[in-house]
Each structure stands twice: as structure tokens, then as C-alpha cells.
């Protein structure tokens, strides 16, 4: 008996115009990168989604307090996840690693450089923002609106894109309740981060209580981490958003 190996079919060839109006555009030269490397990315690394919805009722109402305090130090949820992220990763350092193209070893990383997604005109860039760990929740926050700006208006250089341990994607200030982000090759995970939902859930005694929810999506490498090890990532992050005291 032998085995058959499926051809996969050629990208459809039609002449669209057939069919109705149509306009042409070219695809710019960093988006066929990026989109060579979301292929890339999707085909060789096997993805699993974690979801999981975060109460941030506490956190967002110190968050609000300090804001109002604070005006010309506003402190952002995106920040704090970060801040969040890299004490989870150093909890949990496999999420910090990357294996070989080969998948003969797995490379742990001792630094916490985190990549910020950013939706620019053209499409997608990832900036890297280094050194998380040593760095306040200001000082991300800073880098965080400066590094996002200047990928909106003047790019960024592929040096600024390189070297990160872990991803933050925000859908937040659009909306969504969940996604599958991809991984951005050679990091093992990716934290997706939609807009959160107010939503009733009943306390102690059965009755219902408003809570402001956060909805986290986690896509992992399945062949470096396993479900119970992501499923425990992401209630780190809850437990740190729940115990951070704003100072």
C-alpha cells in the first residue's frame, strides 16, 4: 500500500472583470513581507487559541482613580498588561523561549523584550519595546505612544521589529469578544486583547453584581506548551491586574 500525497490546488487565475467592476492596486513592499510571514508563521507553527475573560472591575477603577490624580501621568490598561505579561513570563518561563527551526532545541531567553502590534495605514508592524522588566509602567507607556506613532507616519526599521520574546495584539479600542492571533515566529505565544464587556455575574451569595470583564485570546506553539500551562498564563495575568496596587 502506498501512500498519496495531495497536491495542494493553484491559486484561482480568473479574470475578475468578468464578472463585474473591479479596480487594482499594488501591495506595498512591507506588507508582501508581512503577509509572507503570516503564512509562513499559520503553516509551520500548530496554533491553539486560549480564552479566557479577566475581571478588571478593581484594577480599572484604581486605574481610573490614579488617571484623575494623575492627568499628566496616565497610566494605560495596555501598559499595565505589558507589565503583566513579562512577570507572567518570568513565572512561567517557557513562554519565553523559542525553539529551533529544526525543533531540536528549545532557546530560553533571560531578557523581556515585548512586541506591541500596531495598525498603521499600509497594514500591521510589530515594533519591540526592550527591556520591559527593568523598565516602570510609565516608561513603557511612553515608548508604547512613542514607538506607535512613529510606525503610523514615518515606519520603522526592521532592527525595531526584531528580538521579541512575546506579543501584545489589542483589538480593544474596536471591539470584538475573542480572535486566533497568529504567532509571530520565533516567539512560542501571542496575547490577543479585545474590548472589555460589562456584564452580570452573581457573588457569594448568588445575587447579581455588575463586573467589567477583559477578554484575553492566547495563541501557543502546541508543540512547546500545552493547554493547562496556558490556561494557568492567563490567570497569572488576571491575578497581577487584580493585585496591582497604583503608586
Known amino acids: 500500500m502506498t501512500e498519496k500525497t495531495i497536491t495542494m490546488l493553484p491559486w484561482p487565475a480568473d479574470d475578475l472583470s468578468v464578472y463585474g467592476p473591479v479596480t487594482s492596486s499594488p501591495v506595498s513592499r512591507a506588507q508582501q513581507y508581512v503577509a509572507r510571514a503570516m503564512y509562513r508563521n499559520w503553516a509551520l507553527i500548530p496554533h491553539v487559541t486560549h480564552n479566557d475573560d479577566v475581571d478588571i472591575t478593581a484594577f480599572e477603577t484604581r486605574r481610573k482613580e490614579w488617571n484623575a490624580a494623575h492627568p499628566e501621568q496616565k497610566r494605560s490598561l495596555l501598559s499595565a498588561l ?25 532557546i530560553s531567553k533571560q531578557y523581556f523584550h515585548i512586541g506591541i502590534a500596531v495598525d498603521v495605514p499600509n497594514g500591521l508592524l ?4 526592550r527591556d520591559c522588566d527593568t523598565q516602570s509602567i510609565d516608561q513603557v507607556g511612553g515608548q508604547i505612544a512613542s514607538i506607535s506613532e512613529k510606525a503610523k507616519t514615518k515606519g520603522l526599521s526592521l ?11 489589542s483589538l480593544g479600542h474596536i471591539g470584538g469578544t475573542s480572535f486566533s492571533p497568529i504567532i509571530n515566529a520565533p516567539e512560542v505565544a501571542i496575547l490577543g486583547i479585545c474590548r472589555s464587556q460589562d456584564r452580570f455575574l452573581p457573588d457569594a451569595e448568588g445575587k447579581p453584581v455588575l463586573r467589567q470583564l477583559l477578554p484575553l485570546s492566547l495563541s501557543y506553539d502546541h508543540r512547546v506548551i500545552n493547554g493547562a500551562d496556558a490556561a494557568r498564563f492567563l490567570r497569572s495575568i488576571a491575578d497581577w491586574l487584580a493585585e496591582y496596587k497604583f503608586e
Do not use: H
Not at 82 to 104: C, E, H, I, M, W
Not at 126 to 129: A, H, N
Open 126 to 129: 510589530v515594533p519591540v519595546i
Open 82 to 106: 505589558v507589565k503583566a505579561s513579562v512577570a507572567t513570563l518570568q513565572r512561567y518561563p517557557r513562554f519565553n523561549s523559542s525553539l529551533s527551526a529544526d525543533g531540536t532545541t528549545l
Open 159 to 169: 532592527a525595531e521589529m526584531s528580538g521579541g520574546c512575546f506579543t501584545l495584539s
